[in-house]
């Protein structure tokens, strides 16, 4: 009998899904489903907000996708639609809640959802950041108990846990090597092929999706204390008085120092994936110690760098009351739109409780998600002095700006927690 020709369903399409849409999209036939209806009409008329998508090659999956050549890539929103497939993978995100622990919802939605349509030998795969077990435990039984069907027996799973860099255009999907499982030996090397077909940097064949689901929240979890670490060095040296970044470029002329920098720690993955990791290790009744405390040192970052500014102000005489401060950078990353879980609100509502008025400016930000998301009205130009500017994000156009123009007076107090401006115009930087 001839094998059935891969369908594949993409569900998903933010900074993960929509390039690996495309990506399977030169090869199969692929279909990228999205809940957000406007989300779907953008990306039918090739247009991407996020700037991962390589617009070129977008084009020319969509234009395959309506000549039916056996790959290509179309958009839709209608679940009906992807009864037609026999691989699913899921790149729904995974936040935390208020009280910092996993929100499985869009996950489990997107599952009970997919067992609607589920049908015996599909194949669902899983790229969104989990803790180890939650494929097994807490999405196979959704899709069981939705679709009627049997797992290992009627349809199986797979994980291969997502690498994306936001607005990295050097390490893309397929230059970055892919971990890749699956709930029997057989699907696991099925998983392993469909991505070796696009992963030109190769693939890592996990022995269990256990194993996957533990390598994807290590792999951030490792960065997260190692930042924890030049934080708190940031933290202890100014109380020394002496720049961090001089003792790191010191430090770092020994082969074997790893140079980390201080800075705030945001974003899709690393602010979000060592909780994941705590969240199951308590649940197995283990407290974890080193995750969780550096957590807590990078998560009081944005508090530092406020009070740090304040305490600069007063040093130079300034009425703190009503000051103006500008905060040039909202995303969570240089040179990307991407302000998920962003520090740099921790930054601005600090200093909006000591009374004073703050702009935040980012070229690079798309002013109604911050407005959405943080209830925050983004400057769009700069025309103010103020009394404090505090570089939080490393864009490239802030290197062309005019401090000198932007400061009121040789009292303005500017704080660079990237390392990133001259020295000569920074009072203090992490």
Known sequence: MEPVPYKIAVIGLGYVGLPLAIEFGKHYNVVGFDINSARIAELKTGKDHTQEADLEALAAVIAAGKQETGSGLQFSDDVAVLAACNIYIVTVPTPLNRFKSPDLGPLLQASEMLGHVLKKGDLVIYESTVYPGCTEEDCVPVLENTSGLKFNTDFFCGYSPERINP????????????????????????????????????????????????????????????????????????????????????????????????????????????????????????????????????????????????????????????????????????????????????????????????????PHALPAVVER??????????????????????????????????????????????????????????
């Not at 099925?190 to 996957?212: C, F, M, N, Q, W």
């Not at 040179?335 to 703050?358: A, H, M, Q, T, W």
């Not at 303005?412 to 001259?422: E, G, P, Q, S």
Request: glycine share 6%; proline share 2%.
């Open 167 to 362: 607005g990295d255009k050097v390490n893309t999907l397929a230059n970055i090597k892919k971990v890749t499982s699956g709930s029997t030996p057989e699907i696991a090397a099925r998983v392993d092929e469909l991505y070796k077909s696009i992963i030109t940097a190769g693939t890592h064949k996990a022995p269990s999706i256990k194993v996957a689901e533990a390598s994807k929240a290590i792999e951030n979890a490792q960065r997260d204390v190692n930042i924890s670490f030049v934080n708190e060095l940031a933290l202890i040296f100014d109380r020394m008085n002496i720049d961090t970044m001089d003792v790191i470029e010191a430090a770092a002329t020994k082969w074997n120092f790893l140079k980390y920098r201080p800075g705030l720690v945001g974003g899709h993955c690393i602010g979000v994936d060592p909780y994941y990791l705590a969240h199951k290790a308590e649940a197995l009744g283990y407290h974890p110690q080193v995750i969780l405390s550096g957590r807590r040192v990078n998560d009081n970052m944005g508090m530092f760098v406020a009070n740090k500014v304040i305490k600069l102000m007063i040093k130079k005489g300034h009425k703190i009351e009503g000051a103006r401060a500008l905060i040039l950078g909202i995303t969570f990353k240089e040179n990307c739109p991407d302000i998920r879980n962003s520090r740099v609100i921790d930054i601005y509502r600090e200093l909006k409780e000591f009374g004073l008025n703050v702009d935040v400016y980012d």
């Open 373 to 430: 998301e943080y209830e925050l009205t983004l400057k769009q130009t700069l025309n103010n002095r103020y009394d404090a500017i505090i570089l939080t994000v490393a864009h490239q156009e802030f290197k062309l700006l005019d401090l000198g123009a932007l400061k009121d007076g040789q009292k303005a107090v500017v704080f660079d927690t990237k390392a990133f401006l001259d020295r000569e115009w920074v009072d203090a930087r992490l």
